[in-house]
């Protein structure tokens, strides 16, 4: 075997690494080496400052306030989206009457399935400008939705309040990430060969004991590998919090690494220190998925 | 400069010898080749035979390439101005390109030392004009300045333009900017919504505190702002009243990043008015959570009585705004007697930049289509085709006026001279949004008071002037 | 499959350690006063989900209609009439048609391309011993972290001096090299949890490592294949940072590089119902995208490969 596997490894992962390499992995690796520079980004004019970059930002409270946000949503965004997800899909896959057994959801499953994944076809700045009408403090239909319940203590301006802000906005994460991971599991529940369900109601597990003692070791490997890339995605978030509140929100307090690296960048013309930045957002993450893949391991279920 | 050049050249062959960067590398290291030198000169630039035609002396054939920022002007008028250099140059081809997102897709060509003629320099993504002056890749348009006007021949260009265009274009001494659009600052109001109640237009601080109170009484707020993006915005009143009562240098002091340059007297006064307004319950509830745009909305809805922004407002709102909403501009009011400036003052700040990058192909060419915009016939079409003042002495004379541009334009005239204007803003943007956005923000929203935004944006200021990393300006 | 009760027992003692909250119901009897609340909670929840996920799309379609004055002093209310000049002015003013065309193709050719070398490479990274494995995986887990618009200045030299600037196959080897780290992510999983006995039987049986590759992994993870290839074609189809730094020429523009020509910003007057009618042109498709491929992915699933 030995000869030949090799090259046929070689032979499958040639052409997709160069193309990664190249396009993707090079300028990264000049990404790099401009953090080490003073580059201002709009001329070919730089010097090489070693670590200084690295130095300064290590005394940066604003960066670290943003990284503090980052970590937050890294935490609150995958355990809700996840849990939603997990449920929707239970229900939706598993959740039919208990005496057929097992497999097929709820009635309207299939309207669900459609149904749930549509949050995540609606453009992020579509969804940004709708949100920000749903948080109006007057005309916003969140308010008006808690004056009609009686909840008036609850009124607040949303968007501008230094405690609610985030939270708003981590709604809005959530609520457009629920649709991919809902489809990922209910695919996954649905590998789940039928007659490991049947065992289990032969000996009279109930729908929850199901869930926790099949379904989750079950796709432990999807649930794991969501939450390292909805982790991923958390770093970045930038598209929504720019169209939501582009300023960093109120006295800064939604303030994100990915658009306080844009504000270095761009507004500030400060292109190494950017990057500077993007490099330690990389190595937090890489640590995090290391800890996170280390700490989560299981053994593999084969089946 | 050349020694950098030569530290990121050994180690971009250290790493493509290392085989890690053979293609991207000889990129950047081209990139670095043709790149290089500050600029501001344009010395190298091609130049054809000055005539009394062509004052400039542009070489007739080279191409233009013009990079416009299509945002909410649009770029027909640019077309026009393009129609308009075919007419003195039919022979150079001219290149058209209308964009939003500038500094994305210019980075790369001022990197690589290959800019565009013209470059249009504005909107959300724009390249950041101090990086630019400091990088030296704008071209000094000084000679456009001292050149004829297309229309007279015995009025140079620099004798057309509208106060204050020259000195918002300049970085250390150059001329390096051409801001085409005439902003002034007002405060804005529905003119029948104030005769309906016989409100008064404010001319002083205490004029406006009792207005307020009487506005309030009726149920409708005295003043709205955006608070998640633009509480910039109310700057223009309470540092407006400032620089009106304590004159022009009160802003120079705050530009010049000179110690305790917030500490001015007049400078508390104002922020402490705007504390006072927040005590007293004059700006709309919920203000702090809204964008600029929704309270805007707001305002035109009759939910507020005044409202602070640029003379683009009156077109921001075109198809939001009640259409018998008569937006009507005043200046902001004086803090009180033997104020520096007259009440008619105004603050007026050019915007939309127009430059010429040092390293372009036809630097000259470049600069005579800017001197083609600043011609009668070019700043009529602009007038015309966005209703806009563009800078330029007496464009909009005889145009249609709009009822808001009306107003605007009778603010400037009865201004005159007296027009003041602040840099901070545009020399050190990353300050003005971080530090005085946020802290309006919070003193608006009541989570500090006056001596505590004096107070934070002070040492800010100060720790600003001594950062290294940004590259600092006078005037 | 002996296998299969031998994973189910080992999984089950191993589970029975966590703590469940409802004890065993007896499976004869109808349901408890517990799950009839159960039933009646979830059931609610659904619903309320999928109004929240519906409401939305619907409201955008419903604003795509308006007028800029009704998008914004009665943004909950429907439109006073249905205006389709916003769509026809959204396809004219943004070149809609022809960026739509462009967009289509590129990002058609990309992942299709991309879920062809995404697949190999997971493959031979859950199912190979070698060395180096654990550095090309985390090297495309890595490419996943880092934001794009760093990457954007140098991109633009290495493709300028491929000469791929304003060309679809440039766009489309950088889409695809862009979206290989997602799909490699994904699809690796996916491959460690398929049974590798199937592969080693044909092995015996005498096919090939590439053989067994194509002719029984790849029909295997159809699936998994056609979600990840759902959402690269998303993701890809809403990029718009990748395609500055390659599309310069009008001619080559794709629809997100359109769209943005719509949206404004402070100062500046958008025509936000034109904006909304631009937003729909774009988004109808991919729903329907969607809502075809979700059957395929019932039927992928229903081929019984894996029972």
Same mark, same amino acid.
């Given at each position: 075997m030995g000869y030949g596997k090799y090259r046929f490894i070689a032979s499958f992962l040639a052409l997709p690494l160069l193309l990664y390499v190249v396009f993707v992995v090079s300028p990264y690796v000049q990404a790099f080496y401009i953090s080490m520079t003073d580059w201002r980004g709009f001329s070919a004019n730089q010097k090489f400052i070693g670590l200084d970059n690295f130095v300064e930002l290590a005394g940066d409270q604003l960066f670290w306030k943003a990284m503090w946000h980052n970590l937050?949503?890294?935490?609150?965004?995958?355990?809700?989206?996840?849990?939603?997800?997990?449920?929707?899909?239970?229900?939706?896959?598993?959740?039919?009457?208990?005496?057929?057994?097992?497999?097929?959801?709820?009635?309207?499953?299939?309207?669900?399935?459609?149904?749930?994944?549509?949050?995540?076809?609606?453009?992020?700045? @579509?969804? %940004?400008?709708?949100?920000?009408?749903?948080?109006? +403090? *007057?005309? #916003?239909?969140? /308010?008006?939705? $808690?004056? !009609?319940?009686?909840?008036?203590?609850?009124?607040?301006?949303?968007?501008?309040?230094?405690?609610f802000a985030l939270p708003a906005l981590t709604v809005v994460l959530i609520w457009g990430a629920v649709g991919f991971y809902y489809v990922l599991f209910s695919a996954a529940m649905k590998s789940v060969p039928t007659d490991v369900f049947e065992a289990a109601t032969l000996d009279g597990a109930g729908r929850m004991r199901t869930f926790f003692s099949?379904?989750?070791?079950?796709?432990?490997?999807?649930?794991?590998?969501?939450?390292?890339?909805?982790?991923?995605?958390? @770093?970045? %978030?930038?598209?929504?919090?720019?169209?939501?509140? +582009? *300023?960093? #929100?109120?006295? /800064?307090?939604? $303030?994100? !690494?990915?658009?306080?690296?844009?504000?270095?960048?761009?507004?500030?013309?400060?292109?190494?220190?950017?990057?500077?930045?993007?490099?330690?957002?990389?190595?937090?993450?890489?640590?995090?998925?290391?800890?996170?893949?280390?700490?989560?391991?299981?053994?593999?279920?084969e089946f | 400069m050349t020694s950098s050049g030569l530290d990121r050249r050994q180690f971009l062959q250290r790493l493509a010898a290392a085989g890690l960067?053979?293609?991207?590398?000889?990129?950047?290291?081209?990139?670095?080749?043709?790149?290089?030198?500050?600029?501001?000169?344009?010395?190298?630039?091609?130049?054809?035979?000055?005539?009394?035609?062509?004052?400039?002396?542009?070489?007739?054939?080279?191409?233009?390439?013009?990079?416009?920022?299509?945002?909410?002007?649009?770029?027909?008028?640019?077309?026009?101005?393009?129609?308009?250099?075919?007419k003195s140059f039919p022979n150079a081809k001219i290149t058209h390109l209308a964009t939003t997102q500038i500094a994305q897709e210019m980075q790369p060509r001022f990197v690589g030392g290959n800019p565009p003629d013209v470059l249009d320099d504005a909107g959300a993504q724009k390249i950041d004009y101090a990086t630019l002056a400091a990088e030296g890749q704008c071209a000094d348009l000084t000679p456009l300045l001292d050149a004829p006007s297309?229309?007279?021949?015995?009025?140079?260009?620099?004798?057309?333009?509208?106060?204050?265009?020259?000195?918002?274009?300049?970085?250390?001494?150059?001329?390096?900017?051409?801001?085409?659009?005439?902003?002034?600052?007002?405060?804005?109001?529905?003119?029948?919504?104030?005769?309906?109640?016989?409100?008064?237009?404010?001319?002083?601080?205490?004029?406006?505190?009792?207005?307020?109170?009487?506005?309030?009484?009726?149920?409708?707020?005295?003043?709205?702002?955006?608070?998640?993006?633009?509480?910039?915005?109310?700057?223009?009143?309470?540092?407006?009243?400032?620089?009106?009562?304590?004159?022009?240098?009160?802003?120079?002091?705050?530009?010049?990043l000179e110690p305790d340059a917030w500490k001015q007297d007049t400078v508390v006064a104002g922020v402490k008015a705007l504390e006072e307004m927040v005590r007293k319950g004059y700006f709309m509830p919920g203000s702090e959570g809204l964008k600029h745009t929704e309270a805007q909305t707001a305002w035109v809805q009759g939910k507020a009585a005044f409202y602070v922004s640029g003379s683009w407002l009156e077109n921001e709102m075109k198809g939001i705004?009640?259409?018998?909403?008569?937006?009507?501009?005043?200046?902001?009011?004086?803090?009180?007697?033997?104020?520096?400036?007259?009440?008619?003052?105004?603050?007026?700040?050019?915007?939309?930049?127009?430059?010429?990058?040092?390293?372009?192909?036809?630097?000259?060419?470049?600069?005579?289509?800017?001197?083609?915009?600043?011609?009668?016939?070019?700043?009529?079409?602009?007038?015309?085709?966005?209703?806009?003042?563009?800078?330029?002495?007496?464009?909009?004379?005889?145009?249609?006026?709009?009822?808001?541009?009306?107003?605007?334009s009778a603010v400037l005239d009865k201004a005159g001279s007296n027009v003041f204007s602040w840099k901070i803003n545009t020399w050190y943007v990353n300050f003005w949004k971080s530090v005085l956005q946020a802290q309006l923000g919070n003193l608006l929203a009541g989570r500090i008071d006056a001596n505590g935004f004096i107070t934070t944006v002070q040492a800010e200021a100060d720790k600003l002037a001594k950062d290294p990393n940004v590259p600092k300006y006078t005037r | 499959m002996n296998q299969t009760d031998a994973g189910v027992i080992e999984t089950r003692e191993r589970a029975s350690t966590l703590p469940t909250t409802t004890e065993r119901s007896g499976n004869a009897e109808g349901p408890t006063a517990g799950e009839r609340t159960l039933n009646l909670f979830s059931t609610g929840f659904l619903v309320v989900w999928a109004l929240i996920s519906l409401v939305p799309l619907v409201w955008a379609v419903l604003t795509a209609f308006k007028t800029d004055r009704e998008i914004f002093t009665s943004p909950w209310g429907l439109p006073g009439e249905w205006r389709f000049d916003n769509f026809v002015r959204a396809w004219t003013?943004?070149?809609?048609?022809?960026?739509?065309?462009?967009?289509?193709?590129?990002?058609?050719?990309?992942?299709?391309?991309?879920?062809?070398?995404?697949?190999?490479?997971?493959?031979?990274?859950?199912?190979?011993?070698?060395?180096?494995?654990?550095?090309?995986?985390?090297?495309?887990?890595?490419?996943?972290?880092?934001?794009?618009?760093?990457?954007?200045?140098?991109?633009?030299?290495?493709v300028q001096n491929l000469g791929m600037i304003d060309t679809y196959y440039g766009l489309i080897l950088v889409y695809t090299a862009y979206a290989l780290p997602f799909t490699v992510f994904f699809l690796t999983s996916f491959f460690r949890t398929l049974p590798g006995a199937l592969a080693e039987a044909a092995m015996l049986d005498g096919c090939s490592h590439a053989g067994a590759f194509f002719r029984i992994m790849l029909p295997l993870a159809k699936p998994g294949l056609i979600s990840v290839a759902i959402f690269n074609f998303l993701g890809l189809w809403n990029q718009f940072l990748l395609p500055l730094a390659i599309m310069?020429?009008?001619?080559?523009?794709?629809?997100?590089?359109?769209?943005?020509?719509?949206?404004?910003?402070?100062?500046?007057?958008?025509?936000?119902?034109?904006?909304?009618?631009?937003?729909?042109?774009?988004?109808?498709p991919v729903v329907v995208v969607y809502a075809a491929f979700q059957r395929k992915i019932q039927d992928g699933l229903s081929v019984g490969a894996l029972k």
């Open positions: 937050l949503l890294l935490i609150i965004v995958p355990v809700v989206t996840l849990g939603i997800a997990l449920f929707l899909a239970t229900m939706t896959s598993l959740g039919g009457r208990r005496g057929l057994l097992a497999r097929g959801g709820v009635r309207g499953s299939r309207f669900y399935q459609v149904v749930f994944f549509f949050p995540h076809v609606v453009p992020v700045v @579509l969804a %940004g400008v709708l949100f920000t009408f749903f948080y109006n +403090p *007057e005309a #916003g239909l969140l /308010n008006a939705l $808690l004056r !009609v319940i009686g909840l008036d203590w609850a009124v607040r301006p949303w968007l501008g309040d230094t405690t099949i379904t989750l070791p079950m796709i432990w490997d999807s649930i794991q590998v969501s939450y390292i890339y909805l982790g991923i995605t958390m @770093l970045d %978030g930038f598209t929504l919090f720019q169209a939501m509140l +582009p *300023e960093g #929100g109120p006295d /800064n307090s939604t $303030l994100i !690494v990915s658009q306080y690296l844009y504000r270095k960048a761009f507004v500030e013309g400060r292109f190494g220190y950017a990057t500077a930045i993007g490099v330690a957002l990389c190595l937090v993450f890489i640590v995090l998925a290391v800890v996170a893949l280390r700490a989560t391991r299981r053994e593999r279920i | 960067l053979a293609v991207p590398g000889a990129g950047l290291l081209s990139a670095c080749a043709t790149g290089g030198g500050g600029g501001g000169g344009g010395t190298t630039a091609a130049q054809g035979e000055k005539t009394a035609t062509n004052p400039l002396g542009v070489p007739a054939d080279l191409g233009l390439e013009v990079v416009i920022f299509k945002g909410g002007y649009g770029d027909d008028y640019a077309k026009a101005h393009e129609a308009l250099y075919t297309v229309d007279d021949p015995n009025v140079k260009v620099r004798d057309t333009l509208l106060p204050g265009v020259i000195e918002q274009g300049t970085y250390d001494g150059k001329f390096l900017m051409l801001n085409y659009v005439y902003a002034g600052y007002p405060m804005w109001y529905s003119k029948p919504l104030f005769e309906k109640n016989g409100w008064q237009v404010p001319t002083t601080l205490d004029q406006m505190m009792a207005l307020c109170e009487t506005i309030k009484a009726t149920g409708i707020s005295p003043w709205a702002y955006g608070g998640t993006n633009a509480a910039d915005y109310i700057f223009d009143l309470s540092l407006g009243m400032a620089i009106k009562q304590g004159g022009p240098d009160v802003a120079k002091k705050i530009d010049n705004a009640p259409d018998d909403f008569t937006m009507t501009a005043a200046p902001v009011p004086v803090l009180g007697p033997g104020s520096a400036l007259p009440v008619e003052a105004v603050h007026t700040q050019p915007t939309e930049a127009f430059l010429v990058p040092a390293k372009a192909k036809n630097v000259y060419g470049g600069m005579e289509y800017l001197r083609i915009m600043l011609s009668k016939a070019g700043a009529a079409q602009f007038a015309e085709l966005t209703a806009s003042v563009p800078g330029v002495k007496g464009a909009t004379e005889g145009a249609k006026k709009t009822p808001g541009l009306e107003s605007m | 003013n943004a070149e809609i048609g022809k960026y739509f065309i462009n967009s289509t193709i590129v990002v058609v050719a990309s992942v299709v391309l991309v879920m062809l070398f995404g697949a190999m490479v997971a493959y031979v990274l859950a199912r190979y011993e070698f060395p180096g494995r654990n550095i090309i995986y985390y090297a495309f887990v890595g490419g996943m972290t880092f934001p794009i618009f760093l990457a954007l200045v140098p991109l633009f030299f290495i310069k020429s009008t001619d080559y523009k794709v629809l997100s590089q359109g769209l943005t020509l719509l949206a404004s910003d402070t100062g500046y007057r958008s025509d936000w119902s034109a904006l909304f009618a631009g937003l729909v042109i774009a988004l109808l």
